[in-house]
């Protein structure tokens, strides 16, 4: 008979499973699917005592490996592991299982268990872990962090320039020789897919409506609307989403004066990944910035 299991949409799966679980052990189907008593074993045969197959003492040991991966990241990485933690098991609708899995963070490590306490609601209410084998303290490994081994660069990422017609023609050539020199690609957004004029009254093609290229597609943008073109794009929801989405996705944002009316609307607030443009030095700090990480700093300020 087929072997009874709790794997569902892997390939060549044809049927169709029911119930809310997806795991072995546990406590919310206890009349479902479970592992045969059975299992794998080992023919016992004579040679010079019984042949058997037996785990190692370590093989209780489920949580130091956790204990090490969390340690060994940064504070923002720490920071977005704990709020995942707190995004699934905010969805968690049985009680008893979201204190059961806060008495496991808690086991690999308290600060954990406490960041996520504190995003559920549910501060003092993990339940006690007592674990088969005590996790050990091992010495952090950076090479597990992502953040710690990244190499700044341009290469491969794109840059979304938002702009409007009166655009300088001169700093989106400086900006995109700028960024392809450095391995990236530079999309031109406008209101209209149709092309602008700018401000020397020469056509510029445009890649993408705006309506249609949020500022999640770019690794980093450049918002250079023209005086009147930023007063349009100020009665205009898409333009502060793709501003605010940036700002808020931790992006390195460049701008020219003409757009500060659209940063006020947009909430966004001068720090390092907020970068005047104007001239070519201006151009050349932002392609610095731009080759960096995501602007971690700025996220305690935007969300718990």
């Given amino acids: 008979c087929p072997m009874q299991n709790f794997q569902r949409d892997g390939i060549m799966r044809m049927e169709h499973p029911t119930g809310r679980v997806a795991y072995e052990p546990n406590s919310l189907d206890p009349a479902g699917p479970r592992e045969h008593p059975a299992g794998f074993t080992s023919h016992a045969s004579e040679i010079s005592g019984e042949k058997t197959r037996v785990r190692a003492e370590t093989f209780a040991d489920h949580y130091s490996q956790a204990r090490l991966f969390w340690r060994s ?9 704990a709020g995942a933690f707190a995004f699934e098991l905010g969805k968690v609708e049985t009680v008893a299982i979201r204190k059961r899995m806060l008495g496991h963070l808690a086991v690999i490590d308290s600060a954990l268990c406490g960041k996520v306490e504190i995003a559920l609601g549910m501060v003092g209410e993990a339940d006690k872990i007592e674990p088969l084998r005590a996790p ?27 702009i409007t017609d009166g655009v300088d023609r001169a700093l989106l050539d400086r900006l995109r020789s700028a960024v392809e020199k450095e391995g990236g690609s530079v999309e031109v957004i406008a209101p209209t897919v149709g092309g602008v004029s700018s401000a020397d009254r020469k056509p510029i093609a445009v890649d993408h409506r705006l309506v249609a290229a949020p500022s999640i597609f770019y690794d980093a943008v450049v918002l250079a609307p023209s005086d009147a073109g930023a007063k349009a794009l100020a009665g205009e929801a898409a333009a502060i989403d793709w501003l605010r989405d940036a700002f808020g996705h931790l992006k390195v944002i460049g701008h020219v004066p003409a757009a500060a009316p659209l940063l006020a609307l947009a909430g966004v607030k001068t720090d390092a990944g907020v970068v005047a ?12 910035a731009a080759k960096g990480p995501r602007i971690w700093a700025r996220e305690p300020s935007l969300r718990s």
């Fill in 73 to 81: 990241m940064t504070e923002p990485e720490q920071r977005h592991i």
């Fill in 277 to 288: 443009m104007g001239g070519p030095r201006d151009v050349a700090a932002f392609v610095t």
């Fill in 136 to 162: 050990i303290a091992l010495d952090p490994s950076p090479a597990l962090s992502q953040v710690r081994k990244f190499v700044p660069t341009l290469a491969g990422r794109k840059v979304g320039v938002l």
